[in-house]
């Protein structure tokens, strides 16, 4: 009767000890598939286009080039637009617009950010920092971001621009 009861414990133990363990490698199996549902990667986008009042390609944008940047021609930026595309579509999460931090290039105060030809958001861009960031949180094709307004006591020799633009974002 001992033994029997001994075997019943030793059993019991076996038995939670093998469960636990199941549990558990379930438990990392779901962990390990979130973390890689939700892992962001920086997105390049796959073409883009611009208003001719830029000096160079709108590529540099997003080129991981720190000397490459988007300058206007003339000292306002003014109703002047980027648009990206993404082949095949891309769920962006959120995109950072770098301002340059120099003062000699005139600072943007207020944008217009369009997700596939549809008007979304009207952003005002504080002084505080050069680096701005937005929600998207939605899959896309193309992200048009338009300067509405760039600051009025614009010195004549100073020109306006953008120094980068970085997506970030998942599969889809």
Known sequence: ?????????????????VLGAVAYAQYE???????EEYSLDR???TDCIMT?????????????????????TSQSCNNSWVEFFFEPNEYIEFFVVE???????????????TQ??????????PDETNLHWFDINNEISSLKIEIISS???????????????????RES
């Open 1 to 17: 009767m001992k033994n029997n009861k001994k075997i019943r414990k030793i059993l019991a133990i076996v038995v939670s000890f």
């Open 29 to 35: 199996d779901i962990n390990q598939n979130s973390d």
């Open 99 to 113: 301002e340059f931090e120099n003062l000699s290039v005139i600072a943007i105060n207020e944008i217009i950010v």
């Open 151 to 169: 600051t009025e006591e614009a010195i004549p020799t100073l020109k306006c621009g953008l120094k980068d633009v970085w997506f970030y974002g």
């Open 43 to 45: 997105v390049t986008p």
């Open 52 to 72: 001719n009042n830029f000096d160079s390609a709108c590529s540099n944008l997003y080129d991981l080039n720190d000397n490459s940047h988007l300058l206007s």
């Open 116 to 125: 596939n030809n549809h008007l979304n958001f009207n952003y005002e861009i």
